[in-house]
């Protein structure tokens, strides 16, 4: 739970652990996303319905469509779409899908710490999909992202 500052507690929104397939054979990758989304009130610049997903001119609107809800939805359609297929998984899915912000994130660390022996334990890889499209038909690949990690390389 958050505390505020006059003794009240907030609880913390919950965070969903998922998986399927356990082939020793295949790499496991871990996906995770956020649900949490940006404000909705029609002074923040909405055009449409913020409630309700809007399709203009091919593009789709509504709280949450690109930041974060449908890239994780991208992914549990690609598990349906090899299930419905009957197609050998290629991987072992892992998802974190949490209600608050990837950065600053109250709990999940913890939770990261308290899982690492058990749910992460198998994790070969993990893809973060909480990022932009350089057009219609070209994703970006991002190989960096905000965060607290540092590296030193010495070269010679």
Known sequence: ALQLPDDQHLP???VILGELGKDPQNPTVCFYGHV????AKKEDG?????YTL???????YGRGATDNKGPILAWINAVETFRALKLAMPVNFKFVIEGMEEAGSLGLQKLLEEEKQCFFSNVDYIVISDNLWLS???????YGTRGNACFFVEVR
């Open 46 to 50: 909405w055009k449409t319905d913020p």
């Open 12 to 14: 913390l929104p919950p």
């Open 54 to 60: 809007t399709e203009i001119n091919g593009n789709l």
């Open 36 to 39: 949490d989304v940006q404000p």
């Open 136 to 142: 219609k038909k070209k994703p970006a690949l991002t």
